[in-house]
């Protein structure tokens, strides 16, 4: 298995709302990613972890909370967030620096 | 200070080589990369080259890095519709954090 695999694909969710993304790699990939994308930009880093441990924050809202229940999964809860984090949110995976797997990320919309 | 600049578009036909080129400034960049990415996907990863390399050549791919001028380039030979995505250059300084330029908008003429 050589792929990151992102579920939901497509989430449209209330303001009100708290709902969880989840991501899954069974490559033994030691380093799991959360990046934000919108509308013909390039991904912005959010979360790093790094053997099951949080090892990187780029100043993220509270409003999302990452979570790494084991070394295949990884999570993105969501709860009480604007129309502007509307976007397409990607997952990847990697060993070491020479490669990164993305899976083909869950598009959210806020409403 | 982190940055990677590319080109926004490019426009090439069938059959023609395409070239997209990228520029960084962090001179400690150790990893560089270049991914695709096709509507509504994610992104793939088509090669990288390692900072002591000046070229890495794969199929229809050929990267060339000058290190000197901080410019990397990506050479897409034969290009075909499928060509047709978005192409990211990104550096690492060989921590877990990835700089990604704004991408190239890579257009195929018939």
């Known amino acids: 298995d050589t792929e990151v695999t992102q579920t939901p694909k497509h989430l449209v969710m209330g303001m009100t709302n708290k709902k969880s993304l989840k991501c899954e790699q069974h490559?033994?990939?030691?380093?799991m990613y959360w990046y934000k994308q919108k509308a013909k930009k390039p991904p912005e880093l959010m979360f790093v972890?790094?053997?099951?441990?949080?090892?990187i924050n780029e100043s993220v809202p509270s409003r999302f909370s990452p979570e790494c229940p084991n070394s295949s999964l990884l999570n993105l809860h969501l709860h009480a967030l604007q129309p502007e984090d509307s976007a397409l949110y990607l997952c990847?995976?990697?060993?070491?620096?020479?490669?990164?797997?993305f899976g083909s990320g869950t598009r959210l919309t806020v409403v | 200070g982190e940055d990677v600049e590319q080109s926004l578009f490019l426009s090439v036909r069938e059959g023609d080589s395409s070239v997209i080129n990228c520029t960084y400034t962090?001179?400690?960049?150790?990893?560089l990369y270049w991914y695709k990415q096709e509507p509504g996907a994610g992104l793939q990863l088509l090669t990288y080259?390692?900072?002591?390399?000046d070229m890495k050549q794969d199929q229809r791919l050929t990267v060339l890095l000058n290190k000197k001028d901080k410019h990397l380039s990506l050479r897409i030979a034969d290009t075909q519709t499928g060509d047709s995505a978005i192409y990211f250059c990104?550096?690492?300084?060989?921590?877990?954090?990835?700089?990604f330029g704004k991408g190239t908008r890579l257009h195929i003429l018939p």
């Open positions: 990847a995976s990697s060993q070491d620096f020479g490669g990164y797997t």
């Open positions: 080259i390692f900072s002591n390399m």
């Open positions: 990104a550096e690492s300084r060989g921590d877990d954090k990835i700089i």
């Open positions: 972890y790094s053997y099951e441990k949080l090892s």
């Open positions: 490559m033994g990939h030691r380093a």
């Open positions: 962090d001179s400690s960049s150790t990893y």
